[in-house]
Every structure is written in structure tokens, then in C-alpha cells.
């Protein structure tokens, strides 16, 4: 990997420490029938204190799991240009791969990603209405040439290893043997060959940084060289799980942490590295099939609420490859696209907060931008004279872009009317515009009607204030959210950090003449020209769902979507959600 690139150090925090704790009592379970009766509670015991264990005994050949690992260094030692022949893509997320990246740093490490069984699908992209399938296809190098035969062979000695330890799961939960095994139907099951070159900073670096597994159960095979290290659950020390030999490390998934309601949890783990030895391992992953809906069993929540909403697999599947893109030589996965986020009265660029960490994570340009007088612009809104200065940063971004590059314009409330006219102005350099619970005029919905119909179903807006600058007898000249409306009618879905965030930084917002609005809103074939896609807010009490149905048909867009469970501050109650919206939207219509 030659000199140490900065994407590999860790920051401070998270670095190993030079001195190791080998881990005291994470569990070996002999799975020998001639202990078959202390299994079940033995593996209760490991899910509960631990969510790691190992098992010894446990029919797996020896002579199949030499063979994986001979392969496996037969194939790490080829040089850099063969392994990179069958590199993984933005198509084909199987395959070599050495530039992965966990929590954003690079890992010490290549890896070379196979999938069993065979043929296996995974949903195309994360937009739940998109139905469509991709096929995952393997691809085996030329050298060694015994390599797909001796994983084809191991998956299959996998399975049953899994099949067995989920059967002692259910039956360690109260449930029955075989509860699981219908949710495994067309699983999705990987195998993964990591290889750990020698660090010469193992002090800065990590094999792989600290993470929890996603899927149901991961089985690893692990070398004697050694280097996993488990988070231990009553201190959150680093503890160095030893290498038995023969043995295999066995740890629960998050979908598994979501059967069982918290009854077992998923925990973090990690790889260190070493100056001397290479290290080698090989994890087995077992998922249900993509169709499959995760959520707490009903068996297991009779009494107490449900913890986690349910989710699909196969869409929560395609949305962690937007998270995390795989890049090959000289190509970029989900090739970049350029999102320009539009805040809401009263807010700035700073309500995108978590919205723009998701897609900076996914590889996307970002900018969320502050309107006149709003966040951190140093406008006043004493000194705004009209909702064109109101809009200015925004048209001027726009004239900025070089005239061959296209943006998604995201809009937020009020910020619909911004981008609209951004629409209008420069129809040429927007993809596809996306109104979140937005104020969206149109060609066939001018400003006037729009702004009466939302006065005429507006609610009391209880401590909200409004200033009358021109005198008591003049119309009002700018409006501020009450913490008490914000916390009912705003945020009220919304973690109480957000609220609290959106109190200190909330900032007036000028209200302008319907006059001119209507002169700067004047929308024609241009704005029409421009793909458009709303998305409804189910919770909103600030802009209804009946005013959002009511605005979209008086100016249907291209598509809408909905999110379920958000208030207004969508991008704060429920950000994965519109992340993957926005992903997805931004890919068909890019």
C-alpha cells in the first residue's frame, strides 16, 4: 500500500491503544451433541452480555476451510494489476476492492466480495416505489483457478453452520427452532476474503474502523495472527478476542438486534493491524431475502412497544451502497451529483445540517445555502425591500455554475418559491427540482391564489410574533416563530436537540407585498420545462397534507413522493428517509 496516505489515520479518539486487553469471558460454546443440552442457554447468555461468541465442534470440515484460506493468500498475492481485473463497480458491487472506507476512513485492508447462493437480487435502487431487481454477479479471476469451487463449497458448509446457530437463537428467545427459517428463503448471503498487510502505523490505523454489522449473523474464520477487537457492553473497553484454533467467532447483526426487540443487541467491533504479520480472515454473512420486511417479532413484543419500525431489507440493502460508494479505478460509483439545498422562513442553511452530512457520505456535492437575512447571511431584514433581494444569494449561485453542469434544487417550506423562480431564470442547469412539504406556484397556480388558499387554512399561531415597521395601521413587516408553535406545529416529531437548535437560531423572515411576489413569480414555460417531484410530509401541521394534495393537484409534478411519520422539519424528524428520496430522485432524473 506503499507510504501511509492521510485517509488511513484515525482521529485521536478512536486510534488503538498500544496496550491490549485479551478479552475474559466472551464465550466458547462446544456445539458437540454431547452438550447439546447447555447450548440454548449458553448461547443466551453469549447474545445477551457479549453479542459475541465462539463455537467449537461445529461440523464445518477442516479440509474446507483450509482450502478457502489457501485461495485466499494464493489470490492477495497476486500483483496489484491481476486482483484490480475483477474489481468491483458502480454496477457490480462484487468482486476485489483496496480503498474502503469505514466512518469515513480509509481501512488498512483489501477484500474480495463473492455472493451465495446463486442467482441472487437485490432491489435496483432505494426509491420504494422502484421495483425493479439487478442480478448480483460474481466475478472469479483467472488465478487461482480452484478459487469460485472452494467458496462455492464453504457457503455451503456456512449455511448449514447458520442454519443451526439461528435455530439455537430462536429457541434461546422462547421461540421455535425453525421461527427463522422461512424469513431465509432466497437469502442474500456473502462471503468476504479480507487480507491485512503489515501497517508500519498501527498506532494511527485500523484494519477496519469500528462498526456494527447490519445483517443477521456473521460467522468469521479468523487467523491466528489475531486483531478483532470487541466493545465490551458494561465499560465500552476495546477487548482483543483470541484466536482459537478451529474455532469460529460468531456475532449478532442488527436484524437479528431488531427480531428480538433489544433483547439481543448488535455490538461495535473493529480490526487492528500490526508492523510485522499479515493478517487474513474470512466472514460469512447471512441476510433474509431482500422482499423480506424487518421488525420486531409479535411474538416477542406482546405487552411492550415495538422499539424499531419495519423496514425492507432489500431497500435498506441498496440504500448502505448510496452510503457507501464503490469506486474502482479511475471510475466513481453513483456518479456525483450536486445538490443545492433552499431553507424555509424563518431558518437557514443550517436546518440541512443532516441532510448534508448523509450525502457528503454517499460522495455527492453539496451546497446549502443561507437566503438574504436568514442563518449566517449578514443582511438585515430591516434592510430587505423585496423578495427579490430575498432571493438573491440563490440567483447568484445559479449564474455562478459553469454553463455545463446541472444541480438538484431542493426547496423547504418557503424556500419552494426560491427555487421556483431559479426554475424560471435558469431552466438549463436544474436536473430536477424537489419541493419538501414546499410553497410550489406554477404556470396554472399563480402566488396570489397559492398565498390565499394557505392564509385561508392557516391555525392559530399561538406565541408567533409579527412587527409592524410601517405603523400599527400598515400590514405587517416581518413574522417570527413562537418557541411555543415551533415545539406544537414545526418540530413536534423532531428530536428535542433540533428544537432547541431551531429556538436559538431562528431569525425573522420579511413578509412582502402580494404585488411583488407576483412580479417575481411570473412563471412561464421555462419553470415548466424543468422536472419536478414533491415531497409530502404525512405529519406536517405547519403546510397540512391537505394543502400539500391541494397544491399538487392544481400543479401536478412529475412525481410524488411521501414520508411517513414526519412533521414539517422533515430533514430533521426523519433525514435517512429524504436522504434516500432525494438519492433516488436524483439518479432518475439525472
Known sequence: MGDVDPAFIQDTLHRPKLAVIEAEGIPLI???SANASNHVSQIADACKNWGFFQVINHGVPSE??????????????LPLEEKRKVSRDEVNPLGYFDTEHTKNVRDWKEVFDCVVPTPAFIPASPDPDDKELNELTNQWPQYPPELRE?????AREMEKLAFKLLGLISL??????NRFNLLFEESTNFIRLNHYPPCPVPHLALGLGRH?????LTILAQDDVGGLEVKRKTNGEWVRVKPTPDAYIINVGDI??????????SVEHRVTVNSERERFSIPFFISPGHHIWVKPLEELTKGEKPKYRAYNWGKFFATRRRMYPMASEGRQANPVKHFVLVHGSCHGAWSWYKIVALLKSSGHKVTALDLAASGINPKQVGDLRSISEYFQPLRDFMESLPADERVVLVGHSLGGLAISQAMEKFPEKVSVAVFVTASMPGPTLNISTLNQESLRRQGPLLDSQFTHDNGPNNPPTTFSFGPLFLSLNVYQLSPTEDLALGTVLMRPVRLFSEEDMSNELMLSKKYASVKRVFIISEED???KKDFQLWMIEKNPPDAVKEIKGSDHMVMMSKPKELWVHLQAIAEKYS
Open 30 to 32: 462446544d456445539l458437540s
Open 64 to 77: 474446507s476451510r483450509r482450502k478457502i484460506e489457501d485461495a485466499a493468500r494464493k489470490f492477495f498475492a
Open 150 to 154: 472452494v467458496c462455492e463449497e464453504y
Open 172 to 177: 434461546s428467545l422462547g421461540l421455535p427452532e
Open 212 to 216: 456494527k454489522d447490519s445483517r443477521a
Open 256 to 265: 437479528i438486534q431488531v427480531w428480538s426487540n433489544d433483547t439481543y443487541e
Open 541 to 543: 401541521k405547519l403546510g
